[in-house]
């Protein structure tokens, strides 16, 4: 049974910094592209960053220069590493990866469950 177990998040104040991991388990076969969304209340899940098996990285305007996106393949693990943290930050965090699983013809998208992170003021 495949999933992405998440870890960190909490609460921190504006200008501070906090760490994000997503690790794969199961049997995977390859991994793709991973990434972290954000959706804060009211609103629609944002894609925060993404990166490829290739190491090519994506950023939404908000978080350039502030969020560092990275991966660890022997580990199955996807980071944000989130600095200099604004309220507007605030949001439920959720990373996700499309995987390869042995035995399977095609890729899958699969989702974390979720962590609270909240910036404030």
């Known amino acids: 049974q495949v999933q992405l177990v998440q870890s960190g998040g909490g609460l921190v104040q504006a200008g501070g910094s906090l760490g994000l991991s997503c690790a794969a388990s199961?049997?995977?076969?390859?991994?793709?592209?991973m990434g972290w969304y954000r959706q804060a209340p009211g609103k629609q899940r944002e894609l925060v960053a993404s990166i490829t098996s290739g190491g090519r990285t994506n950023y939404a305007d908000s978080v350039k220069g502030r969020f560092t996106i990275s991966r660890d393949d022997a580990k199955n693990t996807v980071y944000l590493q989130m600095n200099s943290l604004k309220p507007e930050d605030t949001a439920v965090y959720t990373c996700?990866?499309?995987?390869?699983?042995?035995?399977?013809?095609?890729?899958?998208?699969?989702w974390g469950q979720g962590t609270q992170v909240t910036v404030s003021s």
């Open positions: 199961g049997n995977i076969f390859g991994i793709n592209t």
């Open positions: 996700n990866a499309d995987l390869l699983i042995t035995g399977a013809a095609m890729n899958r998208r699969y």
